[in-house]
């Protein structure tokens, strides 16, 4: 992991820093050369303007033409030419060959024609070129046409050196390349830093992820508490992750733990009835047929213990279907009531329980609504003890129905209250059961667009409250 998020940092992020870093050190020495050397083509084109300004006033007199003149103005010019050190001054003839030379010589292997072709050929009669002598020496060479007659003069050159300018270039040019060398010297630097500031923490949510795979859910990742810091949110939720697979596995050993029990006993009870009724030949023994009794009850508990893991296991993975239509509310909770009615006097309870007498038209699955109702009416006389009171209500509000079940039984403690509708939980007050009751319930009234709410007070009962759309026609 560490190789490709390094790579992939190389081949990104690097990698353009490099090119903008380059095209900038590339930019910034063309206009620093390009700065110096418009410098001195301007200063040699102003000493340019200086001479002409000075060929105006040169006319014709007794002796010589005005063209005579200047011609002898501008040769006496090149023979008294002050910075000799810093340029060669010439005049050239209208094919470009040197007339005169400030230097005294023809200038031979130090000038080309390029500039004097260029000022042919410009509007302002101006040429520039740069170039090496035969020595190597760079020089810029500006040439400019004579506005005026001047004999046998056509042009003025001025050459000067630019080995000066170039040691300056070149000094600049390695100064950017420090200076570049720093900037990525510190792009690495800080990017790996970055990257490893990833990386590890990423490499420890990796190993605590492997660990969560294998089981270990009690590993637990370190957390900074920055809500800022994204990678300090990924750990917290790999450890909120690791807690809840943690007690999903604990209420899973719970719940099969129950399960087993709940199942061991109604078998323990069928096993040792059916070893008495071998050893009874007489039907009419009352033993044989309290055996009898109890085997179909202890049957029947464990076919709807069954039913109801399918059932549950079905709504879970999405294979239980619902079969709704329209029907009336108040006949299928009288029904479910009915159910239960001979259950709830042999638990010596009392029953509180007034039909409305007009219809209330839901939408839903009869059989499921049934389960439903027989379910939380199922843990009222559970959680009840002998003469308490179980109240059933039902009433329509404007767009909901609701089934409200009240019992006086031990109630649920406050800590458990909020989990209750979790699968496999079983709360420190519950008695016998799979502890997917309520969860099964909850799926099938979400399924139904219902809601099931409960409260409770620990010691003075439960009420289980359960809302359904009212069914319009329209």
């Known amino acids: 992991m560490r190789s490709g998020i390094t790579r992939r940092w190389l081949r990104g992020n690097l990698l353009i820093t490099v090119l903008l870093v380059l095209l900038a050190e590339a930019m910034f020495l063309h206009s620093y050369t390009r700065s110096y050397y418009n410098s001195v083509q301007q200063t040699m084109y102003r000493r340019f303007s200086s001479v002409t300004g000075q060929l105006k006033v040169y006319t014709a007199d007794t002796v010589y033409s005005a063209a005579a003149n200047r011609s002898m ?26 007339i005169a030379s400030s230097s005294g010589t023809d200038a031979d292997g130090i000038v080309n024609n390029l500039d004097f072709v260029q000022a042919q050929d410009a509007a302002d009669g101006l040429g520039m070129a740069v170039y090496r002598t035969e020595s190597g020496e760079v020089v810029m060479a500006a040439c400019y046409l004579v506005p005026y007659a001047a004999e046998d003069v056509a042009a003025l050159r001025l050459v000067t050196s630019l080995t000066l300018i170039e040691r300056q270039i070149q000094n600049a040019f390695f100064a950017s390349l420090v200076v570049v060398a720093a900037i990525l010297v510190f792009s690495v630097l800080t990017g790996l830093y970055f990257v490893r500031s990833i990386v590890v923490p990423l490499g420890q949510v990796e190993r605590i992820a492997a660990d969560i795979a294998r089981g270990e859910f009690d590993v637990r990742l370190p957390v900074s508490g920055d809500a800022r810091d994204e990678v300090d949110r990924l750990r917290g939720t790999i450890n909120r992750m690791a807690e809840g697979l943690e007690e999903t596995e604990k209420m899973k050993n719970e719940f099969i733990s129950s399960v087993s029990h709940e199942l061991r006993t109604p078998l323990t009870s069928i096993r040792g009835w059916v070893e008495t009724l071998r050893t009874l030949d007489d039907p009419t023994d009352e033993n044989y047929r309290k055996g009898l009794e109890i085997i179909n009850n202890e049957t029947g508990r464990l076919y709807n213990m069954v039913e109801e893991l399918l059932d549950f296991s079905r709504l879970q993975n999405g294979r239980l279907r619902m079969e709704c239509r329209p029907l009336d509310l108040v006949a299928e909770l009288t029904d479910a009531v009915l159910f239960c009615e001979a259950r709830i006097q042999r638990e010596g309870l009392i029953l509180s ?122």
């Open 73 to 98: 103005a501008l040769r006496r010019m090149v023979e008294q030419y002050s910075d000799k050190d810093k340029y060669e001054f010439m005049l050239l003839d209208s094919y470009g060959g040197v």
């Open 353 to 474: 329980y007034t039909e409305p007498e007009e219809m209330i038209p839901v939408y839903a699955d009869p059989d499921r609504l049934r389960q439903v109702f027989i379910n939380i009416l199922d843990n009222a006389i559970k959680y009840s003890a002998p003469g308490g009171r179980i109240t059933v209500k039902l009433w329509a509000g404007e767009y909901k129905a609701f089934v409200e079940i009240l019992d006086q039984g031990r109630g649920i403690p406050p800590e458990d209250l909020e989990n209750v509708k979790t699968k496999f939980y079983k709360g420190s007050n519950a008695v016998r059961g799979s502890g997917i009751g309520l969860a099964l319930v909850d799926s099938i009234m979400t399924a139904l667009d219902g809601t099931m709410d409960i409260q409770s007070t620990l010691g003075r009962g439960t009420v289980v409250t359960l809302g359904l759309p009212l069914y319009h026609k329209a």
